[in-house]
């Protein structure tokens, strides 16, 4: 059975950084593709970005297109989110997932298989 481990949120000024991470075990992590979503108070989950097995192709929502980056290391069976330039918009909790196969529909939450517990991410104006 594969676990997810979220860390990295916390409570950051706009226009602030934070790196989030997220560590699987239990399977090859290197064999699937991984995602972020985020949820805010009151909204459904949302596609944040994804990242295929090899981490050749990646996607993004457009409202962060240009401040997040989804990176991996294989090596370390980590996925990560660097966001930068953050907003109060931003402000949810971040959950990673694991894919089926190499790669994800994107924003299709069908097509993982397994979540973390989430991390929260507060951005103050």
């Known amino acids: 059975q594969v676990q997810l481990v979220e860390s990295g949120g916390g409570l950051v000024q706009a226009g602030g950084s934070l790196r989030l991470s997220c560590t699987a075990s239990g399977r090859t992590f290197s064999s699937y593709a991984m995602g972020w979503f985020r949820q805010a108070p009151g909204k459904e989950r949302a596609f944040v970005a994804d990242i295929s097995y090899n981490g050749v192709i990646t996607y993004y929502t457009d409202s962060v297109k240009g401040r997040f980056t989804i990176s991996r290391d294989n090596a370390k069976n980590t996925v990560y989110l660097q966001m930068n330039s953050l907003k109060p918009e931003d402000t949810a909790i971040y959950y990673c997932?694991?894919?089926?196969?190499?790669?994800?529909?994107?924003?299709?939450?069908?097509?993982?298989?397994?979540w973390g517990q989430g991390t929260q991410v507060t951005v103050s104006s």
């Open positions: 997932a694991i894919g089926r196969s190499y790669y994800v529909s994107t924003y299709d939450r069908t097509s993982y298989s397994a």
